[in-house]
């Protein structure tokens, strides 16, 4: 896809995203433990068809070379979903922790060893939840060198990711919503 057309498709999801509100004021405590006076919300936008075609969309062109798409539960299985039927590669969901009973699996759909895999999340701040998600798949024979965020807080998540040797790619910034930051 060209820059010009994947400029376009940001600017769409930053409007429907600010449209569905998802920047939230108040006190939150966020997954990292960190208090925040603002919450993104984003999963009251991930359940849009609308807001998930964007998405998928935007990293469908960016998954060349790998070989599957993954997203930890709960909120990135419906983001990885899409981006696999958009991309035509394999879905892999990985658990927060694993089941105990049945097969008692972290990671559901097929992960050869060596087979590279994009990994997708929808809000980072520190990174921490995205990190266990890698970990998850490095531990069980796959490759990530590439994840992808719809929303980073812009909290250091990025340059955790590249101390590490793994890009992380936000779709968007929360200083993109600067006025409703405000």
């Known amino acids: 896809m060209q820059v010009k057309d994947q400029e376009k498709l940001r600017e769409t999801l930053i409007k429907l995203l600010s449209e569905r509100n998802v920047i939230q004021r108040g006190k939150f405590i966020l997954s990292s433990g960190r208090e925040s006076d603002y ?10 068809p609308e807001v998930l075609d964007v998405i998928a969309r935007l990293i469908k062109g960016e998954v ?15 983001i990885a ?29 097929e992960l050869n060893t ?20 890698v970990r998850a798949i490095q531990e069980n024979g796959g490759v990530v060198e590439r994840t992808f965020v719809v929303v980073d807080r812009e909290e250091g998540a990025v340059d955790e990711f590249k101390k590490r040797g793994i890009e992380l790619i936000p779709l968007i910034s929360v200083s993109d919503f600067k006025d409703d930051n405000q």
């Open 39 to 48: 919450y993104v919300d984003i999963k009251r936008a991930i359940t849009d």
């Open 64 to 78: 060349e070379g790998t070989d599957r798409i993954a997203g930890p539960a709960l909120g990135a299985v419906p």
């Open 81 to 109: 979903t899409a981006v696999s039927l958009y991309s035509r590669k394999p879905l892999l969901m990985i658990r927060k922790e694993k089941k105990g009973y049945g097969t008692s699996r972290l990671i559901e759909g």
């Open 114 to 133: 060596g087979e590279r895999v994009a990994v997708v999340e929808d809000v980072t701040t520190t990174g921490g939840s995205l990190l266990r998600a």
